[in-house]
Nanobody, 130 residues
């Protein structure tokens, strides 16, 4: 069964750090674009950061996380990471990852419709609170 599984969420104090992982099983992340999305209570899901598996220098960050979050990938582990530093209470959300082959740019991937992507994870909760 092909799936994406997120991990690494949890409770952290403001200013703290977390690293999220998105691991694919049943298929190989090769020419996919991978995106991290988040949904806070009462808000729409938004694209946070996206990366090209074939060109890891091709990345996109939402303005709200630029300079604090870093996306990376490990092809050998079939995994994409989201390093989140200087976390703020407004970063509290469920974080999801998605993978798609029919992508044009990483920015378009992050601005696209999550539910339409080829593979989607179930999400991991991130809570930033003192």
């Amino acid at each position: 069964q092909s799936q994406l599984v997120e991990s690494g969420g949890g409770l952290v104090q403001p200013g703290g750090s977390l690293r999220l992982s998105c691991t694919a099983s049943g298929f190989t992340l090769s020419y996919h674009a991978i995106g991290w999305f988040r949904q806070a209570p009462g808000k729409e899901r938004e694209g946070v950061s996206c990366i090209s598996m074939s060109d890891p220098t091709s990345t996109y960050y939402a303005d709200s996380v630029k300079g604090r979050f870093t996306i990376s990938r490990d092809s050998a582990k079939n995994t994409v990471y989201l390093q989140m530093n200087s976390l703020k209470p407004e970063d509290t959300a469920i974080y999801y990852c998605a993978a798609d082959l029919a992508w044009t740019t990483v920015q378009a991937m992050c601005n696209g419709i999550f539910d339409e992507y080829d593979y989607r994870g179930q999400g991991t909760q991130v809570t930033v609170s003192s």
